[in-house]
Each structure stands twice: as C-alpha cells, then as structure tokens.
C-alpha cells in the first residue's frame, strides 16, 4: 500500500513590508528579506559569516507553530550575500529556530496594554491560524497557513511582481551582540534584502490556476542544449496522473532528478518556497549522503525530518547589481528537530541544519 503523500504548501511573494513593524504583527508574519523579528523573550538571532566574520543577511522568516502544540514558532534563515563566500556552501548558511508558550506572548500583551491602554486582537481571530491553543499536546502535525492572508494570491500577476525585486541598501551600525554558537559579530553594515511578505497557497488547488507555457519554455531550452526530448515526455506526465513510464525511457540518470524537479514546480513556477513538515523534499540533484546523516538534534539528541525548502526563483529575488551582493542555489533544504524541544525558560534561538543543492543549470531560472 502506497504511503500517503504530506500535503505541501507553496510560499509566493506578495505585497512589501513597509516601514518597521514591531509587536505580534511583526514575528506571526512570513516574509523573506528585511531583519528578523523575535518572539516575547527569545533573543532574535545575529548570526555572522563562518568564512568572512561578517553579519549574514535574512534570506527568509517563516512563522510556524505545529498543531497541537503551546509554543509560536519561528524559523530564521540566514546567508551571506558575499561574492567570496559563495563557494563555503554550508558554512556561509545559517538556520535557527525559536519558540514562546502562547501564554507568554498573552502576558507580554496584556503588560502593553496596560502600559498604553490600547486593546489589541487577538493574535488568530479572523485569520486561519497555524497553531492551536489546546492544553492537550499530541505529535506535533503539519500546519495549514505561513500566517498570512492568501485569499488573493492566485489573482496576482506574479510574474511582473518579480521584475522589480532588487537589494535594500545596507543599514548602518554594529550588530547586535549574538547568542551562544553563533559567533561574534564584528561592527560592520547588516546587508539588508527589501523584504516582502509571504503568502501561502496549497499546490494541489494551485494546479489548475496557472499555466504551463513557462516551465514548458524552460524545458525546451533544456532539450535543446541536452539532446533529450523532454517536451514529449511533459506533455505525456501531465496528462497522466503520475504515470512515470515515460521518465524511465531516454532521461540519463542525472537529468531523470532536474526532470522530476521541473514538472512538479510546472504547475507554480513562482514559487518561492516549499513547506510540508515530515514530508518529501523535491531534490534538485541526486542526494548525497548528507540527507542519509543527518545530524542529530543537539538539545535533545532526536533525529531531524525535513520542514521545508527554498526555491530557485528566490535567487532572482535577493540581488543587487549595484552593491555586487547575491545568494546563488538551486534549492536549500531546510530539516528540524522532529520533537521541535526547547527547554524551559530557553531565551536563545536554537541552530538547525540545512542542505544546499547547487543549481545544474543557473540559465534556466534567470
């Protein structure tokens, strides 16, 4: 019996963040760019370069909680957009993780309201919420929004949207002292990405609001350069509810993966991310052993599974002809502590662990 498949979310650009959001409304919000914002009590994380010692710039912030569980949630990842470390892969990378009990954040609220007698919502009435305010704590399962509205994310012309993506200009002033493992910061600017918010649809209902005309574009570039008949091969994949024999016939075996990868992400070619907690990744290439040895977490010492993974159309995002700033992948692959612990009283982000996949073609996504 074939196992049954994890739902996976799809992470699209919208509209900008403006000005300086501060509070509840900042950290329940994904976005990719910007700084990163930080729980009640929870230090927000400074991470610094492991090659250049200089402060790493936030790719993306991910907001979330698990059902079932107390805490808010929130995922930090960071790179460093120097052209000298773009070959220390992993060690130019940083991931870290950060959780608050619920009530926690409702004392700090109910202290600021009292402070300036302004009454504020609460933080999930009138938008779906990703956690659950149960007493009762069974296995933590996959979440169902990035905490944000996507009521208009399949009317957006994304497309255009991307074009005018470019590098904020960097901020001024040392960074902050960091947490332990995390390095020490030197007094340097904190290269900035103009962030964006993050809205969230399901790629299953997703399918059938987008066309195919790109990916089957980028396809054809692809078979030309390679030799392999791969517009034959999409066109008979798509119509044939996951028949694969025809990706066992002509495709070498290291292009069978960059196929496979290309025609799930057809159907949502913006696609900026991809969420499914204790699901499958979409590998770019092979995978190596990395993904077989994981390491363990180092709090509690339980395995980690797989949460989500950053999308090539990213990349276009997070550059700067003008300040010679860039992150370049193909696609990182982010993975947590299945138990997702945080001791008590924790006030520090916990590092997590990320794989990078180079891009096999770069051509292909620009």
């Known amino acids: ?39 009640p009590a929870v230090a927000a994380p400074r991470p610094v370069c492991e090659l250049c010692r200089q402060p790493l710039a936030l790719v993306v912030q991910v907001y979330c909680p698990l059902e079932g569980s107390p805490f808010h949630r929130l995922l930090h990842v960071f790179a460093c957009p120097r052209p000298g470390c773009a070959s220390g892969r992993a060690r130019s990378w940083k991931v870290f993780r950060s959780q608050c009990l619920q009530m926690r954040e409702k004392e700090t609220q109910d202290a ?56 904020q200009d960097p901020v001024p002033g040392a960074a902050p002292a ?72 002509i495709i070498k075996s290291g292009d069978k993966m960059f196929y496979k990868f290309m025609k799930r992400i057809a159907a949502c070619q913006e696609q900026i991310l991809r969420y499914s907690w204790s699901g499958e990744p979409l590998f770019l290439t092979c995978p190596t052993s990395e993904v077989t040895e994981l390491p363990a977490c180092s709090h509690c010492g339980i395995q980690r599974i797989f949460e989500f993974q950053l999308m090539p159309t990213l990349v276009s995002m997070l550059r700067s002809a003008n300040l010679g700033l860039s992150v370049e992948f ?5 993975y947590t502590c299945e138990k997702s612990c945080w001791p008590q009283n924790h006030q520090t982000p916990v590092e997590e662990f990320c794989i990078i996949q180079e891009d096999p073609d770069e051509l292909l996504f620009k």
């Open 1 to 39: 019996m074939a196992a049954v498949r994890k739902p996976v979310l799809l992470g699209l650009r919208d509209t900008a963040v403006h000005g300086c959001p501060t509070g509840l409304g900042a950290w329940t919000a994904s976005k990719l760019g910007g700084v990163p914002d930080a729980l």
């Open 112 to 167: 600021q309201k009292q402070e300036n007698g302004l009454t504020a919502e609460d933080w999930c009435e009138g938008a779906d919420d990703w956690g659950s305010d149960s007493e009762e704590a069974p296995p933590p399962q996959v979440i169902s929004d990035f905490g944000n509205d996507s009521s208009s994310a399949k009317d957006r012309d994304w497309t255009a949207q991307l074009q005018d993506l470019r590098l």
């Open 178 to 249: 960091v947490p332990p493992g995390e390095g020490v910061a030197l007094p340097s600017v904190v290269p900035q990405f103009l962030p964006y918010y993050i809205c969230v649809v399901d790629e299953d209902d997703y399918r059938d609001f987008v066309s195919l005309d790109h990916a089957q574009s980028l396809l054809r570039e692809y078979q030309q350069r390679e030799g392999t008949d791969m517009e034959q091969l999409l066109s008979h994949s798509l119509s044939s509810d996951g028949d694969e024999k025809y990706e066992k016939t």
């Open 330 to 334: 193909g696609t990182i692959l982010i």
